[in-house]
C-alpha cells in the first residue's frame, strides 16, 4: 500500500499531483511502470504532496529477486584468494613484448634476479612432482595393496626425508602386520624385501643389534622352508610338474608368488620359488657375515659362519644342476656376479683374519666370474696380489726328506721368490685392467684400483729387496692419489715412503 507526506517548497507556483499506487504486485515492480505526474496552477502558497512508497517484505523459503546476496562462506574466499595468487596471467602479461622491455629500461638487474627465481622455481616444481610420481607412485609401492602401500610410504618417508625413528618403524610394523592380514605369502619378493629394508633402516641409524636379528629371523624361515620343500620332495609329494602331487597345478596368467597382478606371467612352481627363496638366502647370509665383522660387533667367528654357508650352498647348488639338472620350471641359478661376491666376502673375511692361502683361492674363482672389462675385476686382482706376496715362508722339510713308503708323491709348495713373481704380475694385471676400462664403464674404482696397485708393486719390491722401484712406484701412487683426492691411497703410499726413508742402507738387490 501507499501512503501520502507532505512537502512545503519555498518558491514556484506548480502544484504536483501524483497518482496513487494501490497494490503493487511484485510482477508491476519488476517491470518498474512510470508514474504519471500532472501539472495544474494553483495560487500560493504552494505545496507539494510526495507519495512515499513503502514495499511489504514477503517471506519466503528462497531468496527473493530483489534480496541482498548473503556473505560469502570463508572457505570459498580462500579458494577464491588462492584461485588469484596461482594465476599466471600477470606473469605471462609481464613478460610481453613491450612489457618485458619497460620493465629491463626500468630496473635490469631486478628483471634478471626475478627471472632466475622464477625458473628456479620452476624447476623445484618440476623435481617435486617428478619424484613424487617416480618414487612414491612406483611399482614398490603399487604392487601392494592401497593401505600397505600407504604405510610403507609413511616409513620411508619417517626414514629418509623426515627421520623420526620411532614413526618409521611403527609404519614398517603396521605394514608388516597388514602383509599378514592380507593373506601375502611371507615368502614372496614383496613381504621379505619390506623386512631387508626395515634391517637396512636399522643398519643405518646405527642400530646393528636389531639390523642383525632381523636377517637372521629372515634366514632362518628361509631356511626352514627349503628344509620342507625337499623333505617333500624326497617323500615323493611333490610331482614333475614342481607342484604338491593331488593338488591342481595353477593356471597359467594367475599371480602367484611376487607375480605382479594382471601380467601374463607363467606361475613360480616350488622347484622355481625354492631357487629364488635359496638366492636370498645366500645374499642374507653375506650381508649378516658382513654385518657380524663390522667394527662396532666384531663377532669374526660367527661372521666366517655365515659367509662359508652361502659359499658351500652357492657350491652345492651349482654341483646339484649339474649332476640332476635343471629341473622343470626352476629358472636359472645366481648370476656369475652374485656367486663372485659371495666368494670375494667369504676371501675378504679370511684376508683380515691373515688366512691368506686360503683367501688366494676364493680371489682367483672370483676373478673368472667377474667380467673382464670391469673396475671391480682390477680391485679382485689387487686382492690376489696382496694374498700371494703375504703367504706364509715354507719351512716344511724338502719332498727328498718325506718318506715314500705309501708310494704317495707329494707337491713342493711355491717358494717365496715364485710367489712374489706371481703377486707382482697380478698387480700390474690390476693396473692395466684398470686402465683399459673406458666409457660408461669406467668409474672412480679404476682410479683407485690403479693406485693401489702401485702401492701394491712397492710393497712386493720392498719385499723383494727392490727399494729403487719401491721409492719409485709409492711417488706414482702418491702423486696419482693425490691427483683423484683418494686419501687411503696417499695414506698408504707415504706410509711405504717412510718405510724406506727408515732403513736407507739398504739397497737395490
Known amino acids: 500500500m501507499a501512503s501520502r ?299 666366517g659362519e655365515r659367509l662359508v654357508w652361502a659359499v658351500e650352498t652357492v657350491l652345492k647348488e651349482l654341483q646339484r644342476r649339474q649332476v640332476e639338472g635343471v629341473k622343470d620350471g626352476e629358472g636359472d641359478w645366481m648370476t656369475p656376479e652374485q656367486i663372485g661376491g659371495a666368494l670375494e666376502a667369504l676371501g675378504n673375511h679370511y684376508e683380515s683374519k691373515s688366512l691368506y692361502y686360503l683367501a688366494a683361492p676364493l680371489f682367483l674363482q672370483a676373478i673368472t666370474l667377474s667380467p673382464p672389462n670391469s673396475c671391480h675385476t682390477a680391485v679382485l686382482m689387487n686382492n690376489l696380489a696382496i694374498s700371494l706376496a703375504q703367504q706364509p715362508v715354507d719351512t716344511s722339510p724338502a719332498p727328498s726328506q718325506i718318506p715314500q713308503a705309501t708310494g704317495s708323491t707329494v707337491a713342493a709348495r711355491p717358494s717365496r721368490s715364485s710367489m712374489l713373481a706371481s703377486a707382482r704380475s697380478w698387480a700390474l694385471q690390476a693396473q692395466a685392467t684398470a686402465r683399459q676400462v673406458q666409457g660408461e664403464d669406467r668409474t672412480d674404482e679404476c682410479d683407485e684400483a690403479c693406485a693401489v696397485a702401485l702401492c701394491n708393486l712397492g710393497d712386493i719390491a720392498i719385499m723383494a729387496g727392490n727399494n729403487d722401484e719401491a721409492r719409485r712406484r709409492f711417488e706414482e701412487s702418491l702423486t696419482l692419489s693425490r691427483k683423484i683426492a683418494f686419501a687411503p691411497g696417499a695414506t698408504q703410499a707415504q706410509e711405504g715412503l717412510r718405510r724406506l726413508s727408515a732403513t736407507p742402507s739398504q739397497g737395490s738387490t
Open 5 to 303: 507526506t507532505t512537502a512545503v517548497l519555498s518558491s514556484g507556483s506548480s502544484l504536483l499531483h501524483v497518482r496513487h499506487i494501490h497494490n503493487i504486485s511484485l510482477r508491476q515492480r519488476m517491470h518498474f511502470p512510470s508514474t504519471r505526474l500532472s501539472r495544474a496552477r494553483v495560487p500560493k502558497p504552494e505545496a507539494i504532496m510526495c507519495p512515499n512508497v513503502q514495499q511489504s517484505r514477503r517471506l519466503s523459503s528462497s531468496r527473493g529477486v530483489n534480496e541482498p546476496n548473503s556473505p560469502m562462506p570463508p572457505s570459498k574466499l580462500l579458494l577464491r584468494a588462492l584461485r588469484q595468487s596461482l594465476s599466471f596471467r600477470p606473469v605471462i602479461g609481464a613478460f610481453r613484448g613491450q612489457s618485458l622491455r619497460s620493465l629491463f629500461r626500468q630496473s635490469p638487474e631486478e628483471l634478471v634476479i626475478a627471472i632466475v627465481l622464477l625458473c628456479a622455481v620452476t624447476g623445484i616444481s618440476i623435481y617435486v612432482a617428478y619424484a613424487y610420481f617416480n618414487y612414491f607412485q612406483s611399482s614398490q609401492f603399487t604392487r601392494f595393496p592401497p593401505q600397505i602401500a600407504k604405510s610403507l610410504r609413511r616409513a620411508l618417508y619417517y626414514s629418509n626425508y623426515a627421520p623420526d625413528p620411532q614413526l618409521a618403524l611403527k609404519y614398517y610394523k603396521l605394514a608388516l602386520q597388514q602383509c599378514s592380514e592380507a593373506g601375502l605369502d611371507p615368502f614372496s619378493d614383496e613381504v621379505m624385501g619390506i623386512k631387508i629394508q626395515l634391517a637396512a633402516w636399522f643398519e643405518k641409524i646405527g642400530s646393528y643389534k636389531n639390523s642383525i636379528d632381523v636377517l637372521e629371523s629372515l634366514l632362518r624361515d628361509c631356511k626352514k622352508w627349503v628344509e620342507v620343500m625337499e623333505k617333500n620332495v624326497r617323500d615323493g609329494l611333490v610331482d614333475k610338474s614342481g607342484y604338491l602331487a593331488g593338488t591342481p597345478s595353477p593356471q597359467d596368467g594367475t599371480t602367484e608368488g611376487n607375480a605382479e597382478p594382471g601380467t601374463d606371467t607363467k606361475p613360480e612352481n616350488l622347484w622355481a620359488k625354492r631357487s629364488r627363496i635359496l638366492g636370498k638366502s645366500v645374499g642374507i647370509s653375506v650381508k649378516l657375515g658382513e654385518l657380524l665383522a663390522d667394527e662396532h660387533v666384531l663377532q669374526g667367528d660367527s661372521a
